[in-house]
T-cell receptor
Framework: AQKITQTQPGMFVQEKEAVTLDCTYD???????LFWYKQPSSGEMIFLIY??????QNATEGRYSLNFQKARKSANLVISASQLGDSAMYFC??????????????FGKGTRLSVIA | DVKVTQSSRYLVKRTGEKVFLECVQD?????MFWYRQDPGLGLRLIYF???????EKGDIPEGYSVSREKKERFSLILESASTNQTSMYLC?????????????FGEGSWLTVV
């Protein structure tokens, strides 16, 4: 069974600083995808970044980068130059990419990030 | 623009009522999912469906049922609502993943059972 662990219930960061949100995962599947989502107080889930288990390079999307360390089974999200609008819940998730693709996302418990002016 | 639409954003129901949460997607996706979100627990999978009339139990199916009569619609049913089902419910749909993000979420339904 797949499992996602986010050990930081809450984090604070100063505006314009970088912040790392931790995520470790557990799976026996050789092919999987790792995701990060942002959830503001409105409740919508906003996709941020994706990393495939066979991708050679760490994924980057604008101010977001994913620090993928396969041997350690970690997929930390790095947000550079934090902005006040980054204050939200952040979820790490994973999905098996075999099994004909009929697999749901498994989520961690989330980290609440607060950006301080 | 791709869209997953949940019929009700906010609902208040009484204990024992039968509750329907509807989800419709316009992307011809094979897979649809219902999650429940509670503070400190993250998102937990209730049920999912990978085809019309097919359903699979997730991690917390007790007290819920689902219906998928048409490809675009996936309904979550609370047969007899209880106060411990007060939560936020998220619907999602996806195509078969090759790679990358192929999963789309609705805006969520906030259910209060009194």
């Amino acid at each position: 069974a797949q499992k996602i662990t986010q050990t930081q219930p809450g984090m604070f960061v100063q505006e314009k600083e970088a912040v790392t949100l931790d995520c470790t995962y557990d799976t026996s599947d050789p092919s999987y995808g790792l995701f990060w989502y942002k959830q503001p107080s409105s409740g919508e889930m906003i996709f941020l970044i994706y990393q495939g288990s066979y991708d050679q390079q760490n994924a980057t999307e604008g101010r977001y980068s994913l620090n993928f360390q396969k041997a350690r089974k970690s997929a930390n999200l790095v947000i550079s130059a934090s902005q006040l609008g980054d204050s939200a819940m952040y979820f790490c998730a994973m999905r098996d990419l075999l099994n004909s693709g009929n697999t749901p996302l498994v989520f961690g418990k989330g980290t609440r990030l607060s950006v301080i002016a | 623009d791709v869209k997953v639409t949940q019929s009700s954003r906010y609902l208040v129901k009484r204990t024992g009522e039968k509750v329907f949460l509807e989800c419709v997607q316009d992307m011809d996706h094979e897979n649809m999912f219902w999650y429940r979100q509670d503070p400190g627990l993250g998102l937990r999978l209730i049920y999912f469906s990978y085809d019309v009339k097919m359903k699979e139990k997730g991690d917390i199916p007790e007290g819920y049922s689902v219906s998928r009569e048409k490809k675009e619609r996936f309904s979550l049913i609370l047969e007899s609502a209880s106060t411990n089902q007060t939560s936020m419910y998220l619907c999602a749909s996806s195509s078969v993943p090759i790679s990358g993000n192929t999963i789309y979420f609705g805006e969520g339904s906030w259910l209060t059972v009194v």
